[in-house]
């Protein structure tokens, strides 16, 4: 749902507002609201739980080759 853009790029950043100016209140509402139940599911708890796995999965790798 987000618009990404070239920070360094003016041509971007113009083209990019553009787009965005052009879409409509109902377009611009489902980004809005897509947005928002991803950003549910991305909190601290979340992250840390996924950290936790990676962690782990990494020290049963080594574990099996030593």
């Known amino acids: 749902g987000c618009i990404?853009?070239?920070p360094k790029n003016p041509k971007s950043i113009i083209d990019k507002?553009?787009?965005?100016?052009?879409?409509?209140?109902?377009?611009i509402k489902h980004r809005?609201?897509?947005?928002?139940?991803?950003?549910?599911k991305l909190n601290w708890l979340h992250s840390g739980n996924e950290y936790y796995?990676?962690?782990?999965n990494v020290i049963k790798f080594y574990e099996?080759?030593?």
């Open 4 to 6: 990404y853009f070239d």
């Open 17 to 27: 507002m553009i787009l965005f100016s052009s879409l409509g209140e109902n377009e």
């Open 32 to 40: 809005v609201s897509s947005n928002y139940l991803k950003s549910i």
């Open 53 to 56: 796995k990676v962690i782990k």
């Open 64 to 66: 099996k080759k030593n």
